[in-house]
């Protein structure tokens, strides 16, 4: 993981994100202009993550058309835990939906969306606080990030996430700082595991298949940093 830590960890105790200045149930939306970055993969597992961390319960909805996220959440077979609720819904309908998840008594909701351009996704931006931005680390995906993101400026907070090609941390270091310029807070990374698919495809994580390993161990310390970012505000 990146060294890159953007709020005070605090040892005495562990927030609670009712205590956030955004009270109530928190959406949170991973968007990204190009495909292959991640999105569902970090929604699916972030969701998981937060409510095996106490943050239950958590909701996820689907607004991409090939509804990824929501056939992952339908071979979960339900009764595993979390998230413990889903659904597919048209980004037109997304308000709607938020407020429904909102009312079942979520504490949080991911967002997965289609990739594309903040435009085609404005309704999910303005339902939420945060957008999480994931990229690769390469040249231009960090440029496609931080378009992105320059777009979303002034109506939600940011969060960017590397997802590592490799293990090489300079490489993914380097994309951190870049992204997080200003624009941004920089999350830390998720390092290459051929477990995220086989994973992905049972309607699992990575930590509830192989709890040890270091691909769980990644995404445990991003949502950490994401919850930070949270409770900061």
Known sequence: MSNVVPFERRAAGRPDLAGSPRRGML???????MTGTGKTMLAAHLAVEA????????????????????EWFRRRHGGIGQPAHAAHVDMADLAEAVTAMAARGCRLCFIDTPSGPAEAIAPAIEAVGLVIVPSDADPGGTADAVALARSIAGRA???????????????????????????GWP??????????????????????????????????????????????G
């Open 187 to 232: 999350a830390g990374m998720v390092r290459h595991a051929d477990l995220y698919p086989l994973a992905m495809t049972a309607g699992r994580t990575v930590g509830e298949c192989q709890p040890e390993g270091y691909a769980a161990a990644d995404i445990a310390e991003l949502w950490a940093t994401i919850r930070g970012i949270l409770v900061a």
């Open 157 to 183: 907070t940011v969060a960017f996430v590397t997802n590592g090609r490799s293990h090489s941390g300079e490489k993914t270091g380097n994309a951190l700082a870049a992204l997080g310029a200003g624009l």
């Open 51 to 70: 409510g095996r961390g106490g943050d239950a319960p958590v909701g996820i909805l689907d607004t991409d058309p090939k509804g990824s996220l929501a």
């Open 27 to 33: 959406a949170i939306v991973l968007a990204s202009a």
